[in-house]
């Protein structure tokens, strides 16, 4: 079985090998195709950190195991890591933290056992980098979230749940402030949840979700969320259980699947061969695993396990009263530890079942739509407007540009009512959104629309608009603060 490998920036390619090194004795039956990818390409003039033939290379094969890779700073240019996530619909992001005897933490002291398992959607929300200077005091930054992007991942985090034996899942989310967009990802979690009636399957507001984790962390097992903030909580848990170091990672996709380490690439200490190779080694563990290769990754497990808790360490991390070795001391102390087991955490060794990585040769991009249910209404616009007048004049303005179409119903200002009601002590920024609705609450439609924008044109710069949608009479769009 043949994948790709990019050895990533600074210490990316000392632990990389230190990784294959373990891999090949212990006959892993992989073969490797090195591609270009990282800092040092961007360097080459290639905007997206990654040569063409890297890209060929990589949705020939399926697979792709990475080291840390760096994004060059001030020069524009998006992350190669969020790049590739989301250029091939790595959907899923797994990330699963696990006490690790020899790698003391505040819990492990304390007798806490943490085995939680977090599940990122991988693709949308605000990663997806939309943003505009609508005015030249503010700033837009557009989150999506959709239905059938969120039904991916929380499937795949149910299933992945099953699979493992997991007793609960929990969705965290901030549905009580973005009651639409995390309010549309809860209800897709709670649609999932019938088809596992023997999951635990519940809730919780993601600051609530912080506190918990690192007050009682053992009471989680899986725990689903957004893009973002499946980013900050993994990286939470990261440090309930030692940090980054000890933090595998894989990206999960229907067609393409990526493996790798999110620590940084340290390139302080970059060529010195003391890094700690730990969190790749568990990535590789989890790559082995998916590809079928269960007997090569509970050998290696057990004996990078056995070798943290026999003491052996890189200078990281562990009993500093013991010398650390470098990385390749390391790799080499898992090496002599083949066939050894752990005394706590030991994993069973389940003989391979390989299967080749089968990526599907697509002729054209996939289209994900639900079915729409029921009738879809135009009930008004929002219109974000630029200008440093006060509410009333704004309104007087509007007011003049209704027509017998539409009615002025509100203006706000970062998202809090200052018109018909609002308060003096409101501090305003040169940006409203000024919302007009159907006069006879009839619906609208988008020619209705053009005509208004080009009335209030006249008046004022208009930065960008919303439509205001309904389906079956429910409206889906949110209200100002005070509204």
């Known amino acids: 079985m043949k994948i790709a490998v990019a050895k990533g920036d600074g210490i990316g390619p000392e632990i990389m090998d230190a990784v294959l090194k373990i891999f090949e004795a212990n006959k892993v039956p992989l073969e490797y195709e090195f591609v270009d990818m990282g800092k040092w390409v961007f360097d080459k003039g290639f905007n997206n950190g990654m040569t063409p033939e890297a890209k060929l290379t990589i949705e020939s094969l399926g697979l792709l195991f990475k080291g840390p890779m760096e994004t060059p700073k001030g020069k524009g240019v998006k992350s190669i890591n969020v790049t590739a996530r989301k250029t091939w619909n790595t959907y899923a992001n797994k990330r699963v933290f ?9 819990f492990s002291k304390a007798g806490i056992p943490i085995d939680i398992t977090v599940v990122r959607e991988n693709i949308e929300d605000t990663y997806g980098g939309i943003e505009h200077m609508i005015t030249h005091d503010v700033a837009l ?3 999506f979230i959709t239905r059938p992007g969120s039904m991916q991942v929380i499937r795949y985090a149910f299933l992945m749940a ?3 034996n997991a007793k609960r899942i929990t969705c965290g989310h901030k549905a009580n402030i973005m009651k639409i967009t995390d309010g549309l990802f809860l209800e897709c979690f709670y649609e999932v949840a019938k088809e596992f009636p023997e999951l635990k399957a519940d809730d ?6 912080c506190m918990k984790l690192v007050t009682r962390p053992d009471t989680f097992d899986v725990v689903v969320l957004t893009n973002l903030q499946g980013d900050i909580v993994s990286d939470l848990c990261a440090g309930l259980v030692g940090g980054l170091g000890f933090a595998p990672s894989a990206n999960i996709g229907d067609h393409i699947s990526i493996f790798e380490a999110v620590h940084g690439t340290a390139p302080d200490i970059a060529g010195k061969n003391i890094a700690n190779p730990t969190a790749l080694l568990l990535s590789g563990i989890s790559m082995l695993r998916h590809v079928g290769l269960t007997g090569n990754a509970g050998e290696i497990e057990n004996a990078l396990l056995y070798t943290l808790e026999s003491g052996v360490h890189t200078g990281d991390f562990g009993d ?4 650390s070795v470098n990385t390749t001391q390391f790799a080499e102390a898992i090496i002599s530890n083949f066939g050894k087991k752990p005394e706590v955490g030991a994993k069973e060794v389940i003989p391979n079942k390989p299967g080749t990585p089968t990526p599907f040769k697509l002729a054209q991009n996939s289209m994900m739509v639900s079915t729409e249910t029921g009738n879809e209404d135009i009930l008004g616009v929002d219109l974000f407007i630029e200008s440093e007048e006060q509410p009333e004049a704004i309104a007087h303005k509007c007011q003049r540009h209704a027509g017998v179409k539409f009615k002025l119903v509100n203006i706000s200002n970062r998202g809090t009512q200052v018109w018909p009601t609002g308060s003096v002590y409101t501090n305003l920024v040169n940006q409203y959104n000024v919302r007009f609705e159907s006069l006879d609450d009839s619906p609208l439609n988008q020619q209705d629309i053009i005509g208004l924008y080009v009335s209030m044109s006249g008046n004022f710069k208009i930065c960008s608009l919303e439509l205001l949608n309904s389906w079956n009479g429910k409206k889906s769009y949110s209200l100002a603060q005070g509204q």
């Open 98 to 106: 696990q006490s690790l005897h020899g790698v003391d933490t505040v």
């Open 141 to 143: 930054s557009r989150r």
């Open 162 to 164: 099953r699979q493992k």
């Open 204 to 209: 919780i507001i993601v600051d609530d979700l």
């Open 320 to 323: 500093k009263t013991k010398p």
